[in-house]
Structures are given as structure tokens and as C-alpha cells.
């Protein structure tokens, strides 16, 4: 094996190592991967530079200001509470449009803000219903992830896999050319999410709040026989009720756990001019990316600027949008990623792979690719994922002499499917928090959903892009 390929390898183990150990911030890891690269002489500087100057980043930078620019406008929060409101009149199947109108909104806008902003109002309608949230929450978050599906900008592993395909000699996606397949898949499992996956944490929800009553009524009891053998002594100072933040000696207060605040968003009020404006700058940029009028890079960060230059935010403002440790994590996996193709390491792997898979051809490739894929979304970021699989996606489907496209939407499809674990995605972190689930209520609705989602999305792949 040439030095390249060990270099390379050695590093993306150690890169993959680390990110699985989960002690250091994973744009950290990605850009030390990068460097390391880079001394060691298997990337070219020339290499580094397009992988921070490549469309994904570009297109993504744009959009995430854009969004930022709806959050801040209020419109983002007016569409929420206009939905709850329509949930609050038709009760519990209320909510459910309101699950379904956050995935819609994550087919174009990050679903991170959304869920943040729809968990605590999912929360009290349940409530005020005298539902369980539990039955709300985790879906909440799993609907917005199968949304961020039915577009090339709904998520950053789409656009991702999408550059990374173009660097490998792949004619590139339109913006609703994985739509049908996406949808698909978004349909499927949100109706499993609503006949099944509620149904089993409805009950869970019931035996804890069983539990919970029997523990109060043994507790009551104590006390009650404690009063008459007791002298109760009245304490020097007043507890807080249940529910209410504490205050420690300093005199900061402790957030509430699931509070909106605790995630650094919140709800703001409408400002007309600055939403209508946002909003059109939004659509001006999905009609022209989804026409080809331009690409979607080029849309994005043109609207973005517009949006500075019409005083909607302030380059401050643009800036703090951003979210550099995405864009950073992204581009040091993109260096990784031109490592593990130009030393040939991808090309092995894939040889290695076809030899145990090719006796059930194309399409059993495609069926065993999206379950490593899909595994190794729940133990790393879907960047990572992504970077990782794409080109030994292309590989496999050149050695069957098939179009890469179905493998490559696979991809896509699988490295944004992270239902299993509370980790494997941001927003499932906030409502594991917010819902007080524990890691096994994720396992027993994730990982059906995970296999759903796998038969569907291979059949839709089959029948939209066909070998």
C-alpha cells in the first residue's frame, strides 16, 4: 500500500475515532483531519481551497442567513402560532398538521429553528388537551427530518452528496429532482409515526404517569403517618413549586429544562417589512435555482447579500447566522473525502464491497449501501457520512456500468435518516430533553422507522430512478 493510502487511512480512522468518542467539537476534528492532510502531502493546497470555496458551502452560507433573516422577521414564529391555533380548534389531530407543516417547512429552511420553536408550543396544546407530549414530541422532530428529504436544500447532506458527486465527474441534482422520492419516504413514515410510532409512546406516557400516581399515593401516605408521629417543623424558607426555575445564592436563575431560551432561540414579533422582504428573497431563490435560471449556490449567496444591502439584517446579524461550525465541519470532511478518492482508497473499498455483493447485482448493492450508510449515520454526522460513502456510491455503480444517481440518492436518503438514537441528530437532542424520554423509547420508534424507511426508499429509488 503506498504511503497516500496509509496516511489517508490512518487519519480517517483517527478522524472517525475521535468523532465517535464524542469529547471534542466535530468541526475541530474535521479541520485537524485537514491539516493533517495536508502536511503529510496527500492533498494538494489547491484541494483544500476548493473544498472551502465548494458550491455546498457557498449554498449553504446563503441559505442559513436567509433563514436567519425569516427567524428574526417573526415570520417563522406567526406561521407556528397560526398553526397551533388550528390545532387548539380540531384537538389532537390539530397537531398532527402541525407536525405535517414543520416537515413541509424543513423540506426548505433548517429544521433546527423550527423544532425549537414548535416544541414548546406541541408541548402545552398536548397538555392543554391532556395528552402526553411524549406522544408529540419525538415525531415532531422525526417528521422534520424525513422534510428536510424532499428537497436538495431541505438538509446539508443532500447538497453535500450532491458536490461531491460533481467532483466526481457527476452531472449535479435540480432542486426537486429527489422530490418524489423524498415525499415518498416522508409519507410513509409519518404515517407509521401516526398509526404506530404515537401509539407506543401514548402508552409508555401512560404506564410512567401510572407510576408517577402510584409513587405520589404511597408518598402521601408516608407522610400522612409521619404527621402523627412527627412534629412538623416549619421550614425557614419557601420552596419552589413544581414547574418553577430556582435561583441560586448569585442570583441567576436555572433554565427551565426544554425551554426554548435554554437552546438560544426565541420567539420574536412580527416585523412586516422585514418578513415580506425575507420572504420573497427566499422564493425568488428556490424559483430560480428550481427553473436552473442559476445554480443554487449562486442563488443563495446573491440573496443573501440582497437581504444586507435592503437593511432587512445587518452584517452583524448575517454573520452571527452563519453557523461556522457547520460550514467548517463540512469542508474539513470534504478534504477528507478528496483524500480517500485521489489516494484510490475509495476505489478499494468499493472493490472490496462489489466482490461480496455483486452475485445479487445493482440492486442488492443498492439495498446493502443504504444499511451501511444508514448504520453509520447513527454513529457519526451525516457530513461525515456522506463525505465517506458518496464516492465509493460512484465506484459501485461504474463497476456495474449503472447510473450512479440511484446510489447517490440513496445516500442522501440514508445519511439524514437518524431515528435510532436521541444523538444521531440535533433537534432529536432537544425534544429527548424537553419530552424526558428515555435512550430506548428512541430505539423501540427509531429503529422500525429506520426499516420502514429502508424498504421505501428502495422501492422509490427502483421505480424513480431506475438502473
Known sequence: MPFDQIAALVVLVTVVGVLIHGRVRSDVVAL??????????????????????SPAV???????????????????????????????????????????????????????????????????????LKLSPKRFLMPLSHISVLGGLLTLIGTSTNLLVNDMARNAGQPVFTLFEITPVGLTIALVGGLWLFLVGARQLGRRASVEEAEQVRLAEAEALRRQADASTRIRWRLPFKLPRLGE???????????????????????????????????????????????????????????????????????????????????????????????????????????????????????????????????????????????????????????????????????????????ATPFGYQTNVLVFQMGGYSYMDFVRVGVPLNIVTWITAIIAISIFFPF
Open 245 to 419: 426555575a430556582r435561583t441560586n445564592e448569585d442570583g441567576s436563575g436555572d433554565a427551565h429544562l426544554g425551554d426554548v431560551e435554554l437552546f438560544g432561540a426565541a420567539d420574536r414579533p412580527l416585523d412586516l417589512r422585514r418578513a415580506l422582504i425575507s420572504l420573497t428573497v427566499f422564493v425568488a431563490v428556490v424559483v430560480s435555482a428550481g427553473l436552473g435560471l442559476a445554480p443554487i449556490a449562486a442563488s443563495a449567496f446573491a440573496g443573501a447579500v440582497a437581504l444586507i444591502l435592503l437593511k432587512v439584517i445587518t452584517p452583524e446579524e448575517a454573520y452571527a447566522g452563519l453557523r461556522p461550525e457547520i460550514l467548517l465541519l463540512i469542508a474539513g470532511m470534504v478534504v477528507v473525502g478528496i483524500s480517500i478518492e485521489v489516494t484510490g482508497l475509495a476505489a478499494a473499498g468499493a472493490a472490496q464491497l462489489i466482490d461480496l455483493i455483486r452475485p445479487f447485482g445493482p440492486l442488492g448493492a443498492l439495498i446493502v449501501l443504504y444499511g451501511v450508510t444508514l448504520l453509520a449515520t447513527e454513529l457519526l454526522s451525516n457530513a461525515t457520512v456522506a463525505v465517506l460513502i458518496t464516492p465509493i456510491a460512484v465506484a459501485i455503480a461504474e463497476s456495474f456500468g449503472v447510473d450512479p444517481r440511484p446510489f447517490l440518492v440513496g445516500v442522501m436518503m440514508a445519511a439524514s435518516a437518524a431515528f
Open 58 to 128: 457557498i449554498a449553504l452560507a446563503g441559505l442559513f442567513v436567509i433563514a436567519y433573516a425569516i427567524e428574526l422577521s417573526g415570520l417563522l414564529g406567526l406561521m407556528i402560532r397560526q398553526a397551533t391555533r388550528l390545532a387548539i380548534r380540531i384537538g389532537s389531530l390539530g397537531i398532527w398538521v402541525v407536525l405535517g407543516f414543520c416537515g413541509v417547512l424543513g423540506g426548505f429552511l433548517n429544521n433546527t429553528p423550527v423544532v425549537v420553536l414548535a416544541a414548546p408550543v406541541v408541548r402545552d396544546v398536548s397538555q392543554s
Open 32 to 53: 485537524s483531519g485537514a491539516a493533517a492532510l495536508l502536511l503529510l502531502g496527500v492533498v494538494r493546497p489547491v484541494e483544500v481551497q476548493s473544498a472551502f470555496a
